[in-house]
């Protein structure tokens, strides 16, 4: 039962343009969201997170922006750069849970010139 | 401050062989996470310990799986007997705390049984 969906595997976008990843997720109990960053054959770095009690988090280049009604989040990241090219995983917890994070398929994000 | 490590990074069994993973969290993080990557799917919880002790193993596959943190230090996940299924990339990830506080995800062990 995947409860956090990243229904684009792949999203192409040119330098310096703004790249939008979308998540959706089915768990109403869910209150703390996160972007985690991977590179090939490193571990997911934390990028942001949006606790529930918000709509916007912005970090530099990077803001999410959460719409709790439609159980949706996404990841604006403007402008674009090469070092951006990675895969995006979107997670969500529950603050009862103890941290147990669950995460999304991915979005691989390639930054071209 | 070193980060989360793994050992190894790469390993390469046969069906039915032992493979014992490791994972030594960042100094003083009493958190320790157990997350799995199968092909390129959803990084999946497998299980969490504070300090020495299972807080949630809910995610363990099955039983052919055994966690341990003796001492509350460094982890180990054993795979013992290894299945086809069971190949992929496991991540473990440390906390200062648990709840919202930010995992930090080690490199992975890539697991392939053959």
């Known amino acids: 039962d995947q409860q956090v969906k990243q229904n684009s595997p792949s999203l192409s976008v040119q330098e310096g343009r703004i790249s939008i990843l979308n998540c959706d997720y089915t768990?109403?109990?869910?209150?703390?969201f996160l972007w985690y960053k991977k590179y090939p054959a490193e571990g997911p770095t934390f990028l942001i997170s949006?606790?529930?009690?918000?709509d916007k988090n912005e970090d530099g280049r990077f803001t999410v922006f959460l719409n709790k009604s439609a159980k949706h989040l996404s990841l604006h990241i403007v402008p674009s750069q090469p070092g951006d090219s990675a895969v995006y995983f979107c997670?969500?917890?529950?603050?009862?849970?103890?941290?147990?994070?669950?995460f999304g398929a991915g979005t691989q994000v390639v930054v071209t010139p | 401050e070193a980060g989360v490590t793994q050992f190894p990074s790469h390993s390469v069994i046969e069906k039915g062989q032992t493979v014992t993973l490791r994972c030594d969290p960042i100094?003083?993080?009493?958190?320790l996470y157990w997350y799995r990557r199968v092909m390129g799917k959803e990084i999946k919880f497998l299980l969490h310990?504070?300090?020495?002790?299972?807080?949630?193993e809910s995610g363990m596959p099955n039983n052919r799986f055994l966690a341990e943190r003796t001492g509350g230090t460094y982890s180990t996940l054993k795979v013992q007997p290894a299945e086809l299924e069971d190949s992929g990339v496991y991540f473990c990830?440390?906390?200062?705390?648990?709840?919202?506080?930010?995992?930090?995800f080690g490199p992975g062990t890539r697991l392939t049984v053959l």
């Open positions: 100094s003083g993080h009493d958190n």
């Open positions: 310990f504070v300090k020495e002790s299972k807080q949630d």
């Open positions: 768990n109403s109990m869910f209150d703390y």
């Open positions: 949006i606790s529930s009690i918000k």
């Open positions: 997670a969500a917890t529950r603050d009862d849970s103890w941290g147990k994070l669950q």
């Open positions: 990830a440390s906390s200062q705390a648990s709840g919202q506080n930010t995992q930090y």
